[in-house]
């Protein structure tokens, strides 16, 4: 790593290349740091600038250190939500360079938050059905009002959102956020007609109620037509459903 004037510091910055490196897959879980003086020899810097650099990595939790013959620094075996979200943060980026289509966008979409729905059905605590049940009632008046997408819009991914939570997994959570955070980028938007409104409603409900009975396949078959309807949406109007061309 070349270590130029930044707005971080030294340390700072060979902190992130050790995280980048564990991103990136050429460090993993469990494997142990080369020793202070390599580190040093190969950061072209002072034994106490890599020990602050380690300092930064164990206050996250990303690092731990070892004492004894077999002592030294070794990256975590368990992850912690900061690396958890640095690897979201990380993925998230990538995909955005790759300037995804609204199909790319759809496709991501079946293949990850119709499983999640099975396992949101499994997973699911007696509170997660209380909050989704909450967000249904908030959809259902929406839908009731006029001129309604962008409070329908930011109610159903919170629907989504939501479901999410009740998988308990962190890594699905934070998938979750930065799919809906890659479609508010793209500008997804609903522009519903009332008679449209009602089968979005109707679809919720269904993987609502497939998720409280913990029925599984009725959660990710429901997810999926839930998935399908709005994909035709965008094919049958494109101002119901509008993603920008750019990011």
Known sequence: MDLTTSLFTIPEQISMSIKEAILKGNLRLGDKLPSENKLA????????????????LKTECILETRKGNQGGHFIAQKVSHTLIQNLNDYAFSSLKSYNPSLEDYFELSFLSEVPIAGLAAVNRSREDIIHLKEHLSTIKNICLAPNSSNALLHSVISYHRTLALATHNPLIIEFID??????????????????????????????????????????????????????????????DLIFGNSI
Request: aromatic share 12%; glycine share 4%.
């Open 41 to 56: 020899e190969l950061f072209g810097v002072s034994r106490s600038t890599i020990r602050d650099a380690l300092r930064l």
């Open 178 to 239: 930065h799919l809906y955070k890659l479609g508010e980028v793209l500008g997804l938007q609903y522009s519903l007609s009332s008679n449209q409104k009602v089968p979005l409603f109707k679809s919720l409900y269904l993987l609502y109620l497939a998720i409280e009975t913990q029925n599984a396949s009725h959660a990710r078959n429901y997810m999926f037509a839930h998935l399908h309807y709005l994909q035709d949406l965008t094919k049958a109007n494109e101002q």
